[in-house]
């Protein structure tokens, strides 16, 4: 993946600056075969540090830590072989090896503390996807995009057929965030073809069929897991 | 620059009114059409709180209509987190990778 740009990252004042090169390989051992993306595995945390396909530093002299785990270094040398699938094992086992976790966010959350988080978001997600389907909005669906996106948790989506139906559904989603949960959103105000509700870790879109057809978000975010709502259109089981 | 009287310059997430100069054929945009749009990257560093600078290496708008829906269907590219405090979580969500 040859891009040519140039994405400069300065943090606390040491600057690093990844170019993406051609670099014809040579004849060193391990950079036998070309490889394509190489996965940060000691710095997950760090969300900058997930675009791997946009900044890499490697020292070229043959020891394969990369420069940029370690912060206040100059990481000038940087160049990238033509990519190719079959060295993301070889680097992995590379990694392995030789890598070594050079510095670690603290803030980082204990597994158990984030799935609480989540069930919490859940609850309240599945609440809002309840009062929209109170005021009859169509096809509601809510996805989990945690493991795609990192700023939100899950996205809500909404189908209304018409203005004055999505100013209900927004106005009774607010008002039920403010009195049970006390968040308010911060979005549109004003009633629009495509309204948004931010609330945090769950994002509420609400859209027109037109809108919704050719924003086309469900096909953006195919990848997020589809979470099952209680639905109330089934008919009720009479036991 | 919308909403601030005669300023000289724009930032990250400052709607603009533009005008197109260019045009790719077969879109719904024309030549010297007046559109607004939000800037979304530039090359001038933008500073955040914690010190972090980020600078990218061109400068980037998407076109917005008069309420604010992004006209296009999908977003290229990196966008700043700025955005999203500024309202603009729609362009958000349609963008690959937010940083």
């Known amino acids: 993946m040859a ?7 300065s943090i606390g004042g040491s600057v690093f600056s990844g170019q993406l090169r051609h670099w014809e390989p040579n004849e060193s051992k391990l950079f036998q075969k070309p490889r394509s993306r190489f996965r940060w595995l000691c710095l997950n945390d760090l969300h900058l540090l997930r675009f791997r396909t946009k900044t890499l530093n490697f020292n070229p002299r043959g020891s394969l830590l990369p420069s940029l785990y370690a912060y206040g270094k100059e990481a000038d040398d ?5 990519v190719n699938e079959d060295t993301d094992e070889m680097f992995d086992d590379l990694m392995k090896k030789h890598g070594e976790v050079v510095f670690r966010k603290n803030e980082r959350k204990s597994p158990s503390a984030e799935l609480d988080d989540d069930t919490e978001s859940l609850s309240f997600a599945v609440e809002m996807a309840k009062v929209a389907s109170d005021v009859k909005a169509a096809d509601i669906r809510v996805l989990f995009v945690k493991p795609l996106v990192y700023w939100t948790r899950f996205f809500i989506i909404a189908t209304a057929f018409s203005r004055p139906q999505i100013d209900a559904i927004g106005s009774r989603i607010r008002d039920l965030a403010e009195k049970k949960y006390g968040k308010v959103p911060s979005g549109d105000a004003k009633p629009n073809s495509w309204t948004l509700l931010d609330f945090g870790d769950v994002v509420v879109h609400i ?7 050719f924003y086309n978000l469900e096909e953006f975010y195919g990848n997020a897991t589809l979470i099952e709502l209680p639905s109330e259109t089934q008919p009720p089981f009479h036991t | 620059v919308i909403g601030a009287s005669n300023r000289r310059y724009a930032h990250i997430g400052d709607v603009i009114v533009a005008v197109i ?19 979304v990257r530039t090359r001038k560093e933008l500073k955040r709180d914690n010190g972090m600078i980020i600078r990218y290496d061109d400068n980037v708008a998407v076109i917005i209509d008069q309420e604010g829906n992004p006209k296009g269907t999908r977003i290229f590219g990196t966008i700043a987190r700025e955005l999203r405090q500024l309202n603009f979580t729609k362009i958000v969500s349609l963008a690959p990778e937010v940083l």
């Open chain 2, 21 to 39: 100069k260019e045009a790719v054929p077969n879109t719904p945009l024309e030549r010297s059409e007046v559109i607004r749009a939000v800037i």
């Open chain 1, 207 to 213: 859209f027109l069929p037109q809108q919704r057809a």
């Open chain 1, 3 to 9: 891009v040519c740009s140039t994405t400069t990252l």
């Open chain 1, 78 to 82: 940087a160049f990238l072989s033509k």
